[in-house]
C-alpha cells in the first residue's frame, strides 16, 4: 500500500550511540517509502556518534544532524527534532532499535486511507544477541480510557499526523508513555497498523533504565496522580491493569 506522495519525518535521539546507531538508520534509510527526512538529534555525545551520522548525511541529503549544545535528556531531544521537522507526519525511532524495511509504507497508507491521525504496530522484543524475547501485539483501536490502562504504543512504532497541532515530551519517567496518552485523546484514539508480521524491532538491554520494573511502577503512579490527575481509587484500578499488562508484554 503505497503512501501518495507524504513526508515523514523520522526523530532519532542519540547519546553515545556510535555502537548501534548504524543498523538503526540502515532500517530508516532502507524504507520502501522514500519520502523521508531522518533527524539525528545528538545530545552531546563523547564518543564517535557525530563523526557516523555525518558520513551518512553526507551520502544521504535525507539525513538531517541537529547537535544539542549540552546534555539534556531524551524528552528535550525529541522535542528539538520535532521543532525543526518538515514533515506531514511524524514517526520515532531511538538509536538502537530497528524497523522492518515497509514499516512506514505500511503505515502512512494506511493512516492516508482511513483518514487516521494517530496509528501504532506490532513489534517485537529483541535482546542484545538478536533474540527474539516476545512479541507484543497491542489492541486493534485505542481510546484515552484504553491507554491509562496500559502503554500500548511502543514509542518506536507510533506515528502522529501533524495536523494535530504542536506536541512535546516532558522531562518525566515513561516521557513516551505521557506523550502518547496527550495525542491520542487529542486524536480521539488511535488504530493498530494491518500488517502479517511485526513492523519493528525493540532492543531489551539488560540493566537499563527501563527494565527497572519498581522505578516503572514509581514513575506509572505519578503519572496517574500528578499528569492526568486521576483520584485514588481511579489511580488504583489503572495501576492493577498497568502491572497485569506489564506481564503480558513478557510473556
Not at 124 to 132: A, K, N, P, S
Amino acid at each position: 500500500m503505497a503512501a501518495a506522495g507524504a513526508t515523514v519525518s523520522v526523530i532519532m535521539p542519540a547519546y553515545n550511540a556510535a555502537a548501534t546507531i548504524a543498523r538503526s538508520i540502515d532500517s530508516v534509510l532502507a524504507q520502501t517509502l522514500g519520502d523521508l527526512e531522518l533527524i539525528v538529534i545528538d545530545d552531546a555525545s563523547t564518543d564517535a556518534t557525530v563523526a557516523l551520522v555525518e558520513r551518512y548525511a553526507s551520502g544521504d541529503a535525507r539525513v538531517r544532524l541537529v547537535r544539542q549544545p549540552q546534555n539534556a535528556g531524551v524528552a528535550a531531544a525529541r522535542n528539538a527534532g520535532m521543532a525543526v521537522a518538515r514533515g506531514d507526519y511524524v514517526a520515532f525511532l531511538d538509536s538502537d532499535d530497528r524497523w522492518h524495511p515497509r514499516k512506514l509504507e505500511w503505515q502512512i497508507g494506511q493512516m492516508q486511507q482511513g483518514g487516521e491521525r494517530v496509528s501504532y504496530c506490532a513489534y517485537q522484543r529483541v535482546g542484545e544477541d538478536d533474540r527474539v524475547l516476545s512479541t507484543v501485539l497491542p489492541p486493534t483501536r485505542l481510546s484515552h480510557a484504553d491507554m491509562l490502562r496500559s502503554n500500548f504504543i511502543g514509542n518506536l512504532t507510533g506515528a502522529f499526523a501533524r495536523s494535530l497541532g504542536a506536541a512535546e515530551f516532558l522531562a518525566i519517567g515513561h516521557e513516551d508513555y505521557v506523550f502518547w496518552l496527550q495525542m491520542v485523546r487529542r486524536a480521539g484514539g488511535a488504530v493498530r497498523i494491518e500488517s502479517a508480521e511485526p513492523l519493528a524491532y525493540y532492543l531489551v538491554r539488560e540493566g537499563s533504565v527501563s527494565a527497572n520494573k519498581f522505578r516503572a511502577a514509581g514513575w506509572q503512579w505519578r503519572i496517574y496522580r500528578e499528569v492526568e490527575r486521576l483520584s485514588l481509587a481511579r489511580s488504583l484500578v489503572y495501576m492493577l491493569h498497568y502491572l497485569w499488562n506489564a506481564l503480558a508484554k513478557r510473556r
